[in-house]
């Protein structure tokens, strides 16, 4: 019985071997679960052989061949979750990033190109910081695509603007059409500074009317707060993180994206304060309290290793700071239902800092101290809280008038 000869590998063969032992020591790295990693694995043996086989070098790897490949097999349940999907995009990506494939070639629809365009000057030329684009973003996004710009830039006019404005603010909260005219009129202007209209449509947008301090904030009373931050499971990483989270709600006033933002070198542990990266590119500092020192400590103690820089990470792979503060507002509304408690309207994190200045009113606490703590930067962001007052208000407030009856 004849031996059957075995073909040596190729240097292409051994090239992908190689590439492909890289990524997964990446994807161990980054924390990936071991059968996230067989899987991972399963998905991109097949797709070396077969870019082998058919005279592909690795460095010219692009999309067009992940789905080449991914055309010849059975299609999965579901698309959007084929997990081969996301591995050959990842492993791809990877090689981009290693500078062993070519970087990727622009197929953005002129649309989407314009998008870009406007956003990246709102950062070289404005200095917004990454929250405010990614406010902004798919306002104008909205906008580009509802208008087909830029091929349809000259039927833009006063007129299609404020008819865009109405339908999409038809039924929308005060709050969103705000955002939605700011954005649009930082768009406009660009437009017009670039040379794409011959006028600034910005005045085009109409204004909206919202009426300062005409409703109370949604708040917690301070028993409430307790009671929240109470149903912290501290038992589990997952526990732990999230009460270090509402602590710095609840305690220190942290708005979403400062705890988002909040990264390692911030905590100054001998000289017990916290710097806090706020609005408009501020660092402010903070005293670091006891028991927001104690949480944060428990919950690093077991964080994990991890190349970012970041105080809070995500729970599931790859372990990196959150993405946006919405990660943030989701844990405050997970313990505000396991406590039981409901208030009107959705409602985040910042039903936190509206009642930690509700508590130091009602410890006489003045304005002025109250806007220190909560880092505003004019005293008319802070006059909101003092309608929270309401026994205070009612020591004030005149009796109604009551017509005497006429003899």
Known sequence: MSKKRLRPRSAAARGFDAHIAGFLAMVAKAGY???????????????????????????????????????????????????????????????????????RRSTLPPTELLVRQYLDRLSADRGLCSRSIEVYAPFVRAFVMAQRLPKRIVSV????????????????????????????????????LDGMTKF???????????????AVPPLLAPHEVERVISTADRSTPRGRRAFAMLLLLARLGLRAGEIVALELNDICWSAG?????????RHDRLPLLKDVGQALAIYLRDRGSSS??????????????????TAVCVVAREAMRH???QLAGRVGAHVFRHGLATKMIQRGASLAEISQVLRHRSIDSTQLYAKVEFEALRSVALPWPIAEAIP
Not at 200 to 214: G, I, T
Not at 273 to 281: A, F, N, S, T, Y
Request: with cysteine; net charge positive.
């Open 157 to 192: 006019d006063a007129l299609a603007i404020q008819r865009y404005v109405v339908d999409r603010c038809r039924s929308r909260s005060v709050s969103f059409a705000r955002l939605l005219t700011a954005a649009l009129r930082s768009f406009l202007r660009f437009m017009f």
């Open 308 to 325: 970012s820089r970041r105080v809070f990470l995500r729970r599931l792979a790859p372990h990196v700071g959150l993405s946006n503060p």
């Open 273 to 281: 304060e916290i710097v806090v990266r706020g609005k408009g590119r």
């Open 339 to 341: 406590a039981g408690i």
């Open 33 to 103: 679960a071991e059968k996230t990693q067989h899987d991972k694995r399963r998905a991109l043996v097949p797709f070396s052989l077969w870019a082998r086989d058919a005279g592909i070098s690795i460095k010219v790897l692009d999309e067009d061949h992940v789905a080449r490949f991914l055309a010849r097999r059975l299609r999965p349940r579901c698309a959007y979750r084929d997990p081969a999907r996301a591995a050959l995009h990842q492993f791809l990506e990877y090689l981009r990033n290693s500078g062993i494939v070519l970087p």
């Open 200 to 214: 600034d449509l910005s005045a085009a947008v109409p204004p909206v009317r919202r009426w300062r301090f005409a």
